[in-house]
C-alpha cells in the first residue's frame, strides 16, 4: 500500500531555512490522481495547510505562508518537498506530508517535528 | 479565509455513548466540501468522512457525518474505547484550505 514518510533537520536556527523531503513509496507520484500537500500542527495545537503541488509542477500556497513558502516535486525519486525560509519560533511544529484526494487528505505520513530554535 | 468553529471544545463521555460534534463554518461550505478527521496522541490525522457525509474506507459505520452549507455534525453512535481522541473538521470548498480547532473527546 501507499506510504509517505518525511524526512529533514529536526532543529533549525532562526532565521535560516526549513528543508523537508516527504518519499511517497508503494505508489507513483506521476499517476496524476493526487495532490500532495504539506500540513503542520505547532505543539498542542491545531493543523494549519501550508500548500499542494500536482506531479506536473503546479503549486498552490496558503496566502499566509506564501512568501516564505517553496514547494517541489521530484518525480524521478518519487518526492516532494518543503522549503519554509526565514523561520522563528512561531514556525516550531510537527510537519505532515499527506496525499490530496481533491482537497480532502485521505494518506498522511507520520509527520516530523522541527523545532526552531538558536 | 473560511473560519471553522468547533464545538464544543472538549465532551467528557463513558463508552457506548453517543458523541455529537459540532462544526460552523463562518461561510457557506460549497458542495457540502467537509471532511472530518480523528487524531491520537502521537500520531497523524486519519480520515474519517468526506464530502460531509461519505465514509472512508475502512470507517466503521458508528460514524456518521452531516449538515451542509455552514453546519455539519459527527455523530459516534456508540463510543468504543479506540473512539476517545480529537476531531478536525475540514473545509475544502474554498482556497486556502482550513480546518476546525478540533474537539477533543474524553474519557469520562
Known amino acids: 500500500q501507499v506510504q509517505l514518510q518525511e524526512s529533514g533537520p529536526g532543529l533549525v536556527k532562526p532565521s535560516q531555512t526549513l528543508s523537508l523531503t516527504c518519499t511517497v513509496s508503494?505508489?507513483?507520484?506521476?499517476?496524476?490522481?493526487?495532490?500532495w500537500s504539506w500540513i503542520r500542527q505547532p505543539p498542542g495545537k491545531g493543523l494549519e495547510w501550508i500548500g499542494y503541488i500536482y506531479y506536473s509542477g503546479s503549486t498552490y500556497y496558503n496566502p499566509s505562508l506564501k512568501s516564505r513558502v517553496t514547494i517541489s516535486v521530484d518525480t524521478s525519486k518519487n518526492q516532494f518537498s518543503l522549503k519554509l525560509s526565514s523561520v522563528t519560533a512561531a514556525d516550531t511544529a510537527v510537519y505532515y506530508c499527506?496525499?490530496?484526494?481533491?482537497?480532502?487528505?485521505?494518506?498522511w505520513g507520520r509527520g516530523t517535528l522541527v523545532t526552531v530554535s538558536s | 479565509e473560511i473560519v471553522l468553529t468547533q464545538s464544543p471544545g472538549s465532551l467528557s463521555l463513558s463508552p457506548g455513548e453517543r458523541a455529537t460534534l459540532s462544526c460552523r463554518a463562518s461561510q457557506s461550505v460549497g458542495s457540502s466540501s467537509l471532511a472530518w478527521y480523528q487524531q491520537k496522541p502521537g500520531q497523524a490525522p486519519r480520515l474519517l468522512i468526506y464530502?460531509?457525509?461519505s465514509r472512508a474506507t475502512g470507517i466503521p459505520d458508528r460514524f456518521s457525518g452531516s449538515g451542509s452549507g455552514t453546519d455539519f455534525t459527527l455523530t459516534i453512535s456508540r463510543l468504543e474505547p479506540e473512539d476517545f481522541a480529537v476531531y478536525y473538521c475540514q473545509q475544502y470548498g474554498s482556497s486556502p484550505l482550513t480546518f476546525g480547532g478540533g474537539t477533543k473527546v474524553e474519557i469520562k
Open positions: 499527506a496525499r490530496g484526494n481533491y482537497w480532502y487528505f485521505d494518506l
Open positions: 464530502g460531509a457525509s
Open positions: 508503494g505508489g507513483s507520484i506521476s499517476s496524476g490522481d493526487y495532490y
